[in-house]
T-cell receptor, first 114, second 112 residues
């Protein structure tokens, strides 16, 4: 079975541009979360979605938005990119939105803003 | 606020045992995860503790004391490939059940 898949794996954008990152959870998993990991730091929570509804939001500006589709895949959108948005963006999936489920991460999308 | 502390770096010898500690102060608690992350790669799940005590899985064991806000990851028979960052993460209470708060990670270097 495929794990959590993310695309693209690497991308370079210019300040002010917009980016869309995509994630497909493990088959059967209905909950998807997004994390930002800056070099040398642990991942920071951005969003959680379950059954297409936002279940949680971290301390990120409104430039960050996300959505979940009927097939449980998800997109993370970032507008008006800043240099500080350069990071590894991780998608995580779990079976559902309840506790007790293991959380698995994808390989991530490396975003460089120049 | 949420606060998760781990040592920044550790060094251990191949074949030895190493213990990586994690202390946490969070507003909610619904389990503690340990992940391994090699440089340039995504975190890989190692262990999950929600009740007090020791969970053993091969060369890796994880311990939790909820009353002390403390966990450790124990790695036995260290191998060179164990050189990586080890991330401690606490899960918040539902409904944010996937809301993990991470420490900055402990970079472990295994030397011959």
């Amino acid at each position: 079975d495929a794990g959590v898949t993310q695309s693209p794996t690497h991308l370079i954008k210019t300040r002010g541009q917009h980016v869309t990152l995509r994630c497909s959870p493990i088959s059967g998993h209905k909950s998807v979360s997004w994390y930002q990991q800056v070099l040398g730091q642990g991942p920071q929570f951005i969003f959680q979605y379950y059954e297409k509804e936002e279940r949680g939001r971290g301390n990120f500006p409104d430039r960050f938005s996300a959505r979940q589709f009927p097939n449980y895949s998800s997109e993370l959108n970032v507008n008006a990119l800043l240099l500080g948005d350069s990071a590894l963006y991780l998608c995580a999936s779990s079976l559902d939105g309840s506790s007790g489920n293991t959380i698995y991460f994808g390989e991530g999308s490396w975003l460089t803003v120049v | 606020g949420q606060n998760i502390d781990q040592p920044t770096e550790m060094t251990a010898t191949e074949g030895a045992i190493v213990q990586i500690n994690c202390t946490y102060q969070t507003s909610g608690f619904n389990g503690l995860f340990w992940y391994q992350q090699h440089a340039g790669e995504a975190p890989t799940f190692l262990s999950y503790n929600v009740l007090d005590g020791l969970e053993e899985k091969g060369r890796f064991s994880s311990f939790l004391s909820r009353s002390k806000g403390y966990s450790y990851l124990l790695l036995k028979e260290l191998q060179m490939k164990d050189s990586a960052s080890y991330l401690c993460a606490v899960r918040d209470n539902p409904p944010g059940a996937n809301n993990l708060f991470f420490g900055t990670g402990t970079r472990l270097t295994v030397i011959p």
